[in-house]
C-alpha cells in the first residue's frame, strides 16, 4: 500500500508579516515550522504503516513551496516517512488554494498511484482548508474530511469515524481516498534522533512545473482564481470596563450580571 | 442566460428533512447582494423528502427555491453533492454561490472548485459588491485575525465563498412572502455515491456545538482541574450557553477538542463569550475576534485577554463563578416566587 501525505510549512504563527503592496505573506527572516496540524495526517500514516506487515507499506511526504520548504518534508521523513519530495518552482508562486491543489494532484498523479492520501485539516497560515478536499476533487477520489478515527482499511475500502456538528458519522469509500483528520485523531509523535539522521541522510527530491507537465497558466498566480486586492490590519483591542479585584466578588458579579442582562441574554435564566 | 441578471445563489444546509437555521442565515447575506444587483436571490435546497420545506425559505428571503429532492440524497455524501452542484451551477449559471463553513460547506465547496474552476473565499466576514467592476469583494480574517485580506474572484462564475455561522443574523420570517419553487429532476446518473453512510452517533454534552452557540462559557488552564469544569458547564445550563475551552485546557484533557476555540480549534461567533482563566494568547484571540462582547475573568491584571475583552473581571476564577452561580439561582427562585404570587 502506498500513502502520501501534504504538508506544508508554515511561518511560526506569532511572528507572521503581510506585505502591504502585493498582499501576499512575507515568509523571509520569519521562523518556519511544520503545519501543526499537518503532524496528525503524518501520524495516521505511521500508525496505518504499524498495522500492517513489515514492508508492505510506502509512505511519502510531499510539499509545495520555496526551496527552504524542503525542511517540512524532511521533517515529515525524520517522524518516520519513506521519503519526502518537494514541489519547487518560481512559477508556483502565489497560487491560491485552487492553484495549489492542482499542483499537487499533478504531481500526485505523476508519482503515485496512492491507496490512501492524508492531509491537514487546515494550515495555520492561510487557514483553508480547501486544499485537501479539492486535491480529493481532482483526482476524482473521494474526501472523508473531519477524521476522528480510522475504524477499518483493507486492500478495497476505508471505514472511518467523522467528527461533524453535534456527534460523529461512520463513514466508508472506496480507495484510493483523501484521509483529513481533525486533531482528536491522534497524539503526533516526536521525532528521534535516529529519525533526524535518517532525514539527514535522505535525499528530497525536487519538482518543478516542467517535470509535472504542468501548464504555466494553470498554476501560480496566473493559475489562481482569487486575488487579494487589499489588506487592513483591524484593531482587536476593545475600550473595555475593568473591575479589579479590590472591588470584590460582589460588585464583580453585579456587572456580569448587568452586562448580561443589557445584551438580553438572561432569558434562560430566567 | 445572459451576463446581466444573474442569480446570487445561497446552499441551504438539510438535516434530516428539516432545513437547518444556517440556511437563513445564508439568506441575510445573499439579500445585501443581491438588492444592490439587482438580480434575484435563490436559494438550492438538496435533500430526500424536504420538498414541503422549500417556502420557509421563501419566509426567510429568497426569491426563489431550486429544489432537488430525491431519496439518493437522505445522506451527505460529498461526490453525489459535487455532481449535482455542478450540474445546477452549468445550468443556471449563477454570479454568486455562498455556503455555511460547515464541516458539509467546508467540504462539498473545495471539492467544487477544483470540479468547476471556479476560486473559492473561505471563511468570509464581510461580503460586499464592487459598485465599479460588480464584482464581488470578499473579506476575509488571515494568519489569525491579524489582517482582514479583501479578495476578489476572476475567471469565470459563480463567484464562491463560504461563511461562519452564527456570523448574521437572519432577517425577520415573512410568511407572506412570494417566491418561486423550482424543482428539478437531474439526470439519473447524477445519483448515487461510491461512499456509504454507515450511522450517526450524536454527542451527549450540553448545549449546542460551540460554533452555532450564542453564549458560551470557556475556561482555560486557570480552571485548574477538570472537577471546576462543572461550574462552567453550571453556568453554561443556566444561560443556555455552551462551554468552551482553551487550547490547554483540552491538552490537558478536560474538555474534548470539540469545544477547544482558537486557531487550530474552531473560530466562534457568540453574542457572549465568557472567559475563565484562559491568558488570551493570539492563537485564541484568533478563534474570538467575531464575539459581540466577551467578558474575561483572569487573577492576573495583565494578563493579554483582558485587551480585548468588553468587561474584565481581576479575580478568582473559581470564586466568581460560585457567586454568579449562586446569584443567578437567587435571582431566578425569586422570579419564580414572584410570579406564582
Ligand atoms: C500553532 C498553535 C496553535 C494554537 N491553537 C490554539 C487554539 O486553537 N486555542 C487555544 O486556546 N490555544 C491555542 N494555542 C496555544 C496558545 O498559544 C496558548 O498556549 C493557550 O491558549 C493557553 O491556554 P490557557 O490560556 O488556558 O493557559 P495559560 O496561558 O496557562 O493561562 C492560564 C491563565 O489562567 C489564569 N489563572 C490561573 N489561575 C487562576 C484563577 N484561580 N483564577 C483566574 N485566573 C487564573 C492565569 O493568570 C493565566 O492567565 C496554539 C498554539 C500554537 C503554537
Ligand atoms: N503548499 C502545500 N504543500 C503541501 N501540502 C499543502 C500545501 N498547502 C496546503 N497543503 C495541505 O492542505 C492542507 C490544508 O491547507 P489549507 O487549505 O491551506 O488550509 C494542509 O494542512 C496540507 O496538508
Known amino acids: 500500500m502506498r500513502i502520501a501525505v501534504l504538508v506544508k510549512q508554515v511561518p511560526a504563527t506569532d511572528s507572521v508579516k503581510i506585505d502591504e503592496k502585493t498582499g501576499t505573506m512575507v515568509r523571509e527572516g520569519v521562523e518556519a515550522e511544520l503545519n501543526p496540524l499537518d503532524l496528525h495526517a503524518v501520524e495516521a500514516a505511521l500508525r496505518i504503516r504499524e498495522c500492517r506487515s513489515e514492508g508492505a507499506t510506502e509512505i511519502t511526504a510531499i510539499t509545495m513551496g520555496p526551496p527552504q520548504a524542503k525542511k517540512a518534508a524532511a521533517y515529515a521523513v525524520s517522524m518516520g516517512c519513506d521519503s519526502g519530495v518537494l514541489l519547487s518552482d518560481k512559477r508556483f508562486g502565489g497560487s491560491d488554494t485552487l492553484a495549489t491543489s492542482r499542483t499537487l494532484a499533478k504531481a500526485l498523479k505523476k508519482l503515485g498511484p496512492f491507496d490512501i492520501i492524508l492531509a491537514g485539516e487546515r494550515a495555520t497560515d492561510g487557514e483553508t482548508g480547501q486544499v485537501g478536499p479539492a486535491v480529493a476533487e481532482f483526482l476524482r477520489i473521494p474526501a472523508l474530511t473531519y477524521v476522528s478515527s480510522i475504524d477499518e482499511l483493507d486492500e478495497g475500502h476505508i471505514t472511518v469515524t467523522r467528527s ?20 482528536e485523531m491522534n497524539i503526533p509523535r516526536l521525532c528521534t534522533l535516529g529519525g533526524k539522521l535518517r532525514a539527514k541522510k535522505t535525499e528530497i527530491p525536487v519538482l518543478n512545473a516542467d517535470d509535472l507537465a504542468l501548464d504555466e497558466d494553470l498554476t501560480g498566480l496566473k493559475g489562481s482564481a482569487t486575488l487579494v486586492v487589499n489588506v487592513t490590519y483591524p484593531q482587536m483591542t476593545r475600550e473595555g470596563r475593568k473591575i479589579l479585584s479590590s472591588a470584590g466578588t460582589k460588585d464583580a458579579v453585579k456587572a456580569i450580571v448587568d452586562l448580561l442582562e443589557e445584551k438580553n441574554c438572561l432569558e434562560a435564566a430566567r | 442566460m445572459n451576463g446581466t441578471n444573474k442569480e446570487v445563489w445561497t446552499l441551504a444546509e438539510v438535516r434530516g428533512k428539516t432545513i437547518h437555521p444556517v440556511s437563513k442565515e445564508l439568506l441575510a447575506w445573499g439579500r445585501e447582494l443581491a438588492d444592490p444587483m439587482r438580480v434575484p436571490l435563490a436559494s438550492i435546497l438538496v435533500g430526500s423528502g424536504v420538498a414541503p420545506r422549500a417556502e420557509e425559505l421563501i419566509a426567510a428571503g429568497a426569491d426563489k427555491v431550486y429544489i432537488v429532492d430525491d431519496p439518493s440524497f437522505e445522506n451527505f455524501l460529498c461526490d453525489e453533492q459535487v455532481g449535482i452542484l455542478e450540474y445546477l451551477t452549468d445550468k443556471y449559471n449563477p454570479s454568486i454561490l455562498i455556503a455555511s463553513a460547515t464541516t458539509r460547506g467546508r467540504t462539498v465547496m473545495p471539492m467544487l472548485s477544483a470540479r468547476i474552476g471556479c476560486g473559492l473565499t473561505a471563511d468570509c466576514t464581510e461580503l460586499s459588491i464592487d459598485p465599479v467592476s460588480g464584482r464581488l469583494i470578499q473579506t476575509r480574517p488571515a494568519i489569525g485575525g491579524n489582517v482582514m485580506a479583501d479578495i476578489k474572484t476572476r475567471g469565470r462564475d459563480p463567484q464562491m465563498c463560504t461563511v461562519r455561522p452564527k456570523s448574521k443574523r437572519p432577517l425577520d420570517t415573512d410568511r407572506s412572502r412570494k417566491g418561486e419553487l423550482i424543482k428539478v429532476s437531474p439526470p439519473q446518473s447524477l445519483l448515487g455515491s461510491a461512499l456509504k453512510f454507515l450511522g450517526f452517533t450524536p454527542e451527549t454534552s450540553v448545549g449546542l456545538p460551540i460554533q452555532e452557540a450564542e453564549i458560551i462559557i470557556s475556561g482555560g488552564k486557570g480552571m485548574k482541574n477538570a472537577k471546576n469544569f462543572a461550574k462552567l458547564e453550571e453556568l453554561a445550563r443556566l444561560l443556555g450557553g455552551t462551554v468552551g475551552a482553551s487550547r490547554m485546557a483540552v491538552d490537558l484533557g478536560w474538555v474534548p477538542y470539540s469545544a477547544q476555540v482558537g ?11 465568557m472567559a475563565f482563566g484562559i491568558s488570551g ?57 414572584l410570579t406564582a404570587d
Open chain 2, 281 to 337: 494568547a493570539v492563537q485564541h484571540i484568533a478563534g474570538i475576534s467575531g464575539a459581540e462582547t466577551i467578558i474575561a475573568v483572569n487573577h492576573d491584571p495583565e494578563a493579554p485577554i483582558f485587551r480585548v475583552a468588553d468587561l474584565s473581571i481581576q479575580g478568582d476564577a473559581m470564586e466568581i463563578l460560585d457567586a454568579l452561580i449562586d446569584s443567578l439561582k437567587k435571582e431566578q427562585s425569586e422570579r419564580w416566587t
Open chain 2, 263 to 273: 486557531l487550530s480549534g474552531k473560530s466562534v461567533t457568540p453574542r457572549i463569550y
Open chain 1, 164 to 183: 461533524v456538528e453535534g456527534g460523529h458519522e461512520k463513514m466508508k469509500a472506496p480507495i484510493p481516498a483523501m484521509v483529513i483528520p481533525v486533531k
